[in-house]
């Protein structure tokens, strides 16, 4: 199963990169939850990606250096910083989504949508009984 994973994200890395994008795909992720819900904590996303403080820090810094997102004090909670899409990062994100498009539409040729939805579930599942 982790092998699956890392191939999914190996094939969206060389996509980006084959399109002149010097994007990751965890990197991309960060840009789309704040694309749809700006100015989170950086804790809120360490926790909905699964990552250590420590690696989703790192991540927004690399980030925040070229420009896509700002870090700004939690004017409600002084140790902790809330994470923003930069002008520059939304256009990015924004033009990375036909790629992550495409990305998807090859690597489920010949799988059906019945079978993505049973796997979805599935998946689903298997994380809700690890979590408890």
Not at 4 to 29: D, P, Y
Not at 75 to 89: A, F
Request: charged share 25%; with cysteine.
């Amino acid at each position: 199963m982790m092998t699956c994973v890392k191939h999914l994200r190996e094939s969206l890395n060389a996509h980006f990169i084959e399109a002149g994008q010097s994007v990751t795909t965890e990197q991309w992720l960060i840009l789309t939850f704040l694309a749809h819900q700006d100015g989170v904590s950086q804790q809120q996303l360490a926790d909905r990606y699964d990552r250590s403080k420590v690696s989703t820090m790192a991540l927004l810094k690399k980030l925040e250096k070229n420009g896509l997102v700002i870090r700004r004090p939690d004017p409600g909670d002084g140790r902790s910083n809330l994470v923003y899409l930069t002008r520059e990062g939304r256009t990015l994100q924004h033009s990375l989504i036909p790629l992550a498009k495409e990305n998807t539409t090859r690597m489920s040729k010949n799988v059906s949508p019945e079978d993505i939805e049973q796997l979805k579930s599935t998946l689903k599942k298997i994380t809700k009984n690890l979590k408890g």
